[in-house]
């Protein structure tokens, strides 16, 4: 059983930053692609930014040079850091890792931006 838990959400003023953390229960390399997925209320949810198998990287075009997605080996994390943040950033922020052909996701983090 694969598991997901994220952590680091809450509520900051525009223009400022959070971190986000996902933990996972194996070796983040064993996943086929793992990243964040938001999804504001009323809309679908979408992909944030992602590390693919071979490491690299993909952004939303709303969130490039604004947040950068980086990983820990040793403790099997994947960190969101999210700079410069506007309010059209508020969603519920998803961890998602793709293994041996399923999709497995985080109980989600709660990030509002509002002054």
């Known amino acids: 059983q694969v598991q997901l838990v994220e952590s680091g959400g809450g509520l900051v003023q525009p223009g400022g930053s959070l971190r986000l953390s996902c933990t996972a229960s194996?070796?983040?390399?064993?996943?086929?692609?793992l990243g964040w997925y938001r999804q504001a209320p009323g809309k679908q949810r979408e992909l944030v930014a992602t590390?693919?198998?071979?490491?690299?990287?993909n952004y939303a075009n709303s969130v490039k040079g604004r947040f950068t997605i980086s990983r820990d080996g040793a403790k099997n994390t994947v960190y969101l850091q999210m700079n410069s943040l506007k309010p059209e950033d508020t969603a519920a922020y998803y961890c998602?890792?793709?293994?041996?052909?399923?999709?497995?996701w985080g109980q989600g983090t709660q990030v509002t931006v509002s002054s």
């Open positions: 590390f693919t198998a071979i490491g690299s990287t």
């Open positions: 998602k890792g793709t293994t041996m052909g399923n999709d497995y």
């Open positions: 194996r070796s983040i390399f064993s996943f086929a692609a």
